[in-house]
């Protein structure tokens, strides 16, 4: 979907201002609050915004331990394992994969001994062949989608009222 300059500014607002409501955005952005409203609906329709949830902290709820785990899968096992890995709350990502391994898998633990429990559990899954661990010694770059909605707008048509 194009991204016009309105649409990026109003994703700009909610990824800056999240608690701001529909009439601040719309006060901020000079358009009517059902303006708003509607290119809030269709970002959603279109499965630009996925979620209004916030952001929570691995670390400050008490899971500081982060690692990518590429699991190499027995041929023909990607659902089944997948399926398996939905239980296992400490999951909190999977991604199939080009390259080393069939799936990553981001994994937040408590601390490295707990870390080496999820991985047991991982190891011990049907179609599991075998691991890789990577464990995150510290964050160099936060989550972020403003550079790439700044961009999207940049590129986008002009707004569409």
């Known amino acids: 979907m194009d991204i016009d300059d309105l649409d990026s500014a109003l994703l700009r607002l909610l990824l800056e201002e999240p608690r701001a409501?529909?009439?601040?955005?719309?006060?901020?952005?000079g358009v009517a609050r059902g303006t708003v409203q509607s290119r809030l609906t269709r970002l959603e329709r279109e499965g630009v915004i996925t979620s209004l949830a916030p952001r929570l902290s691995l670390a400050g709820m008490g899971y500081p331990v982060l690692a990518l785990i590429h699991l190499h899968l027995a041929q023909g096992m990607l659902e089944e394992v997948t399926t398996h890995l939905g239980a296992i709350a400490?999951?909190?990502?999977?991604?199939?994969?080009?390259?080393?391994g069939d799936l990553v898998c981001r994994v937040a633990a408590h601390d490295n001994t707990h870390l080496e429990d999820v991985?047991?559990?991982l190891i011990r899954l049907p179609g599991v062949v075998r691991t890789?661990?990577?464990?995150?010694?510290?964050?160099?770059v936060s989550y972020r989608l403003?550079?790439?909605?700044?961009?999207?707008?940049?590129?986008g048509a002009p707004p569409k009222g």
């Open 21 to 29: 409501g529909m009439r601040e955005y719309a006060r901020i952005l």
């Open 90 to 100: 400490e999951v909190i990502e999977a991604h199939s994969i080009a390259g080393e």
């Open 119 to 121: 991985i047991q559990q």
């Open 132 to 140: 890789k661990t990577e464990v995150a010694l510290s964050e160099r």
């Open 146 to 155: 403003l550079p790439l909605v700044v961009k999207a707008g940049r590129r």
